[in-house]
């Protein structure tokens, strides 16, 4: 009963991590930064404002949401902050949606074929 609960309770943390992810990848200024390092490799927070126009108060901020949900890493080097993707943060989002891609993309392939079937234009 104690390893149900133990599991259970993983399923829901891995659940939260999850949710943490989307809602983080939902600001689309969130997006552009992993954009960015996903060319870069690795950059200065200061390089990262740049890039945007923003404050870099406002890159600061954004980028302590996406540490949070652990998808960038910070690296200091003297006074220097240097932050790059996790990728293997972004593994569990992506089997998520390499799933339900795989399970839509045969249901529409049938939705196709039953129209076409049924003479009407898709």
């Known amino acids: ?12 943390a891995k659940e939260e991590q999850l ?31 740049e890039a945007f126009s ?3 108060n406002g ?5 302590k949401v996406l540490e ?8 200091v ?3 220097e902050h240097w932050i790059r993707v996790s990728w293997t943060s972004l593994q569990q989002p992506y089997e998520w949606l390499h799933f339900y891609q795989h399970f839509w993309g045969g249901r529409l392939d049938s939705l196709v074929d039953y129209v076409k079937d049924k003479g009407a234009k898709p």
Do not use: C, N, P, Y
Not at 20 to 31: P, V
């Open 1 to 12: 009963m104690v390893d149900h609960k133990k599991r259970r309770r993983r399923a829901e």
């Open 19 to 49: 949710s943490l992810i989307f809602r983080t990848l939902a600001d689309r200024s969130r997006r552009q930064i992993i954009e960015l390092l996903r060319e870069a490799g690795e950059l200065k927070v200061g390089d990262i404002a």
């Open 54 to 56: 923003m404050s870099l």
């Open 59 to 63: 890159v600061s901020k954004h980028l």
């Open 68 to 75: 949070k949900a652990g998808l960038v890493e910070r690296r």
């Open 77 to 79: 080097e003297g006074r």
